[in-house]
């Protein structure tokens, strides 16, 4: 596997961003990257995997058969200077599907008047969808709410629609994300991350320990166990440490 622009850029939450919260938008490739050079010198590197953006796991079905991706977690509080921040996402694609990628989850920054957790989701190339501050639904998230969020492809390869629940207040957003035909999903990974805001000025905070919980996707068309997630390491040099359980939960850790 290789570091895809696809899933860079879907985790495309640059400051300039945060502070135009449009409640939906046409993307630009502002941030588009790929490794310049693979960690082992070859252009396919498994498990243990770097990629050199994001850390937490990856579950692959070559077939393209994902149809539908979720997971739960506790929205971590973070420590650092005001500024820093990260991203927590779940998704399809963007490994190694160069055409598009579905994802949903939370911006979490840390501000000189406390820390904005901003809920979003994404079918890129095209659209982004902000949760506005103040929020044009009833959902808000605060550190240490349990999240539960969703992600899936609908009628076609082209469209999707993200759930982001907060399962701690019993307040959810749901939005259709409707694509361009020649953007069409590939459906062959999902996955649980932690990422660096990628706009490369915006430091990485310390998010203590994240465990994504009840991972499971459709492939085909029914919920099957995500079992043996590929572990994905590389935030800021190493400076994550990430745990798959027997449970196929994903433990991602600071430091």
């Not at 990257?33 to 070559?62: C, D, F, L, M």
């Not at 994902?66 to 420590?79: E, K, R, Y």
């Not at 506005?132 to 709410?145: E, F, Y």
């Not at 000025?201 to 995500?226: D, E, H, Q, R």
Request: a neutral charge.
């Amino acid at each position: 596997m290789r570091l895809n622009c696809a899933l860079v850029s879907s985790f495309l939450f640059v400051s300039a961003v945060l502070a135009d919260f449009h409640s939906e938008k046409q993307l630009e490739p502002m941030f588009l990257q790929r490794a310049k050079k693979p960690i082992n010198g070859t252009p396919h590197v498994r498990a243990p995997a770097s990629y050199g953006v994001w850390a937490g796991g990856v579950v692959e079905r070559n077939n393209g058969t994902i149809t539908l991706a979720t997971g739960t977690f506790v929205v971590p509080h973070p420590q650092g200077a005001p500024g820093s921040g990260f991203v927590i996402g779940v998704g399809i694609d963007g490994l190694t599907c160069t055409t598009a990628a579905l994802a949903a989850g939370v911006n979490v920054m840390i501000t000189d008047h406390g820390v904005n957790v901003i809920p979003w989701g994404e079918l890129w190339p095209r659209i982004i969808k902000w949760n506005p501050d103040p929020p044009s639904n009833d959902l808000i998230v605060s550190t240490g709410d349990q999240l539960r969020v969703t992600v899936e492809m609908t009628f076609s390869s082209i469209d999707g629609s993200f759930l982001i629940e907060n399962l701690t207040t019993g307040k959810n957003w749901s939005d259709p994300l409707k694509n361009n035909p020649d953007s069409p999903l590939c459906q062959r990974n999902a996955f649980w991350v932690i990422a660096v805001v990628p706009d490369g000025k915006t430091p990485l905070a310390n998010f203590g320990t994240t465990t994504f919980t009840n991972i499971s996707m459709k492939a085909p068309g029914n919920y099957v166990f995500a079992g043996n997630p590929v572990v994905i390491n590389s935030i800021e040099q190493n400076k994550t440490s990430v745990q798959v359980q027997p449970s196929s939960d994903i433990t991602i850790t600071y430091g």
